[in-house]
């Protein structure tokens, strides 16, 4: 059973920072893409940030030069830094995965959610 565990949530001032994290565990052959969503209250979720296995990545225009999501082939484990954080960057961050099982097929995973909250 393949599982997404997220942490490094929580609650910051406006213009800190936090640095999320993602580790895949379980039995699989690889992970192509790696991404960090966002959904707010009343909104509807949105893709922050992507890393492609070759590392290629893209951001959220909302987010670009403040973001930076990377990932650890090794660890299975995606992180996420962000700085200068707003107000509006508050939302439940989710981690998602697209995992290659044993036999080729590839399915999309989901993390339980880290809340962040950016408040004075």
């Known amino acids: 059973q393949v599982q997404l565990v997220e942490s490094g949530g929580g609650l910051v001032q406006p213009g800190g920072s936090l640095r999320l994290s993602c580790a895949a565990s379980?039995?699989?052959?690889?992970?192509?893409?790696m991404a960090w969503f966002r959904q707010a209250p009343g909104k509807q979720r949105e893709l922050v940030a992507v890393i492609y296995s070759g590392g290629t990545t893209n951001y959220a225009d909302s987010v670009k030069g403040r973001f930076t999501i990377s990932r650890d082939n090794a660890k299975n484990t995606v992180y996420l830094q962000m700085n200068s954080l707003k107000p509006e960057d508050t939302a439940a961050y989710y981690c998602?995965?697209?995992?290659?099982?044993?036999?080729?097929?590839?399915?999309?995973?989901w993390g339980q959610g880290t809340q962040v909250t950016v408040s004075s």
């Open positions: 998602n995965a697209h995992i290659r099982a044993a036999l080729g097929y590839e399915y999309i995973y």
């Open positions: 379980g039995s699989f052959a690889s992970i192509n893409l």
